[in-house]
């Protein structure tokens, strides 16, 4: 992973250049496809935010009340609060693709930058380190990044804490979750993670792209758990409806 001065370094020769690339390779919208912004403006007007007294603290699910949901009270929790960007649907949903499968690390740091900004202000101040979710080596180098350490990136300058990518590791090759039925997920990821030390009574928040099931977020939060963190919170891009 390059160190802290390098990815500065690149951030900053991307930004001098980005005029005369822009003139070359104009930018298309990570959601719609348009020439002109990584998001254009309709794109980003049509995000339904997943904030305020109206979902579930746990899961952000849409319940009409700042309530935990009858679901997240039959689970076992595993992190103290759930924080969670925008709801997975249209331009979003796009977007996200855009992120993960066509490589617009561009968008993916507009919309962390965005999410983060709503969702995780409570925070600000209150985190001791960042964690991604991990991926394996072999998916690290089929996808060319990991798309969780990008948004880690972004939430640790809004919220002026560290990304840890060292604590949390993936131990386990998984089928992606999608593909899988909702007994096969909760298979498919038990035992995925391994923490190497123990961050004992440490503020954790662990941080992935998309919340479905909410089993890769569980499991990641109990192995921190296990380790003894101190409180554990979660954040994800976005959320399934």
């Keep these: 992973?390059?160190?802290?001065?390098?990815?500065?370094?690149?951030?900053?020769?991307?930004?001098?250049?980005?005029?005369?690339?822009?003139l070359v390779y104009p930018t298309r919208c990570g959601g719609c496809?348009?020439?002109?912004?990584?998001?254009?403006?309709?794109?980003?007007?049509?995000?339904i935010a997943l904030e305020g007294p109206f979902v579930c603290p746990v899961c952000g699910m849409w319940t009409g009340s700042e309530a935990v949901?009858?679901?997240?009270?039959?689970?076992?929790?595993?992190?103290?609060?759930?924080?969670?960007?925008?709801?997975?649907?249209?331009?979003?949903?796009?977007?996200?693709?855009?992120?993960?499968?066509?490589?617009?690390?561009?968008?993916?740091?507009?919309l962390a930058r965005m999410a983060g900004a709503g969702a995780l202000s409570a925070l600000a101040g209150a985190i001791?380190?960042?964690m991604p979710v991990p991926v394996t080596e072999k998916r690290l180098k089929e996808r060319g990044f990991n798309q969780s350490f990008i948004i880690a990136e972004e939430l640790s300058r809004v919220l002026g804490a560290p990304v840890d990518c060292e604590t949390l590791v993936k131990v386990k090759q998984t089928e992606d979750q999608y593909t899988l039925s909702k007994k096969n997920r909760r298979k498919n990821i038990r035992g995925a993670f391994s923490a190497t030390r123990r961050p004992a009574g440490l503020r954790l928040l662990v941080v992935d792209d998309l919340?479905?099931?909410?089993?890769?977020?569980?499991?990641?939060?109990?192995?921190?758990?296990?380790?003894?963190?101190?409180?554990?919170?979660?954040?994800?891009?976005?959320?399934t409806p």
């Excluded at 992973?1 to 822009?22: F, K, N, Q």
Aim: with cysteine; net charge positive.
């Design 33 to 47: 496809g348009g020439h002109g912004d990584v998001l254009c403006r309709p794109c980003r007007q049509s995000l």
């Design 128 to 130: 001791d380190a960042i």
């Design 69 to 110: 949901c009858g679901k997240c009270i039959s689970y076992p929790r595993y992190f103290e609060r759930g924080f969670y960007g925008f709801s997975f649907e249209g331009a979003m949903r796009e977007a996200v693709h855009a992120f993960k499968f066509r490589g617009r690390i561009d968008v993916g740091r507009a």
């Design 1 to 22: 992973m390059p160190s802290l001065m390098a990815r500065s370094l690149i951030s900053t020769a991307r930004d001098i250049l980005r005029p005369v690339l822009d």
């Design 211 to 239: 919340y479905t099931t909410g089993n890769t977020a569980r499991e990641a939060c109990r192995t921190l758990l296990r380790a003894r963190a101190g409180t554990v919170y979660f954040f994800a891009l976005a959320r």
